[in-house]
T-cell receptor
């Protein structure tokens, strides 16, 4: 049973516009959330994270929002660039050592 | 630093064969883990280790064995490969705390016929 869900398998956005990637989770014990970016034939690379004591974390063009009551997080990329085209995974962890990943959203930024 | 390295990059096995996927890191990380990625399933944790001599099961451990005799190496063993183990396997490492960034290797694409 998938505890972390990314319901949009793909997303296309024009260069310069905002990309919004969504993620939902079911386990209320999750208290740390991450986004990873993955290019083909490479391993995922860490992008940004947020702990449950916050509702927003920003790093340059990337912002992650967390809505604990809705068990929902989102990644905003502003402005989107062609180099952002990749698969984005959200992941979550309860306090501990196990991480649960979503199924990924393939983002295409159109020049 | 080479980071996290995985060998081989590609492997084809026949059902019932055994093999070991190698993973090594040169960052002196305590935490290491193995994931598999299947279409439509995301990454799922197979086994992890919080330090040399300590391993534990993840979400999908059946059919896989691990050991951690050194800080640097964390091999994943398939004792009797099955077609259901066809997947892309990623190894990752981090300093240790669950909020520490995990660094992933490039992956091993395994096909079991």
């Amino acid at each position: 049973d998938q505890q972390v869900k990314q319901n949009s398998p793909s997303l296309s956005v024009q260069e310069g516009r905002i990309s919004i990637l969504n993620c939902d989770y079911t386990n209320s014990m999750f208290d740390y959330f991450l986004w990873y970016k993955k290019y083909p034939a490479e391993g995922p690379t860490f992008l940004i994270s947020i702990s449950s004591i916050k509702d927003k974390n920003e790093d340059g063009r990337f912002t992650v929002f967390l809505n604990k009551s809705a068990k929902h997080l989102s990644l905003h990329i502003v402005p989107s660039q062609p180099g952002d085209s990749a698969v984005y995974f959200c992941a979550a962890s309860p306090t501990g050592n196990q991480f649960y990943f979503g199924t990924g959203t393939s983002l295409t930024v159109i020049p | 630093n080479a980071g996290v390295t995985q060998t081989p990059k590609f492997q084809v096995l026949k059902t019932g064969q055994s093999m070991t996927l190698q993973c090594a890191q040169d960052m002196n990380h305590e935490y290491m883990s193995w994931y598999r990625q299947d279409p439509g399933m995301g990454l799922r944790l197979i086994h992890y280790s919080v330090g040399a001599g300590i391993t534990d099961q993840g979400e999908v451990p059946n059919g896989y064995n691990v050991s951690r005799s050194t800080t640097e190496d964390f091999p994943l063993r398939l004792l009797s490969a099955a077609p259901s183990q066809t997947s892309v396997y990623f190894c990752a490492s981090s300093r240790g705390g669950y909020t520490d960034t995990q660094y992933f290797g490039p992956g091993t694409r395994l096909t079991v016929l």
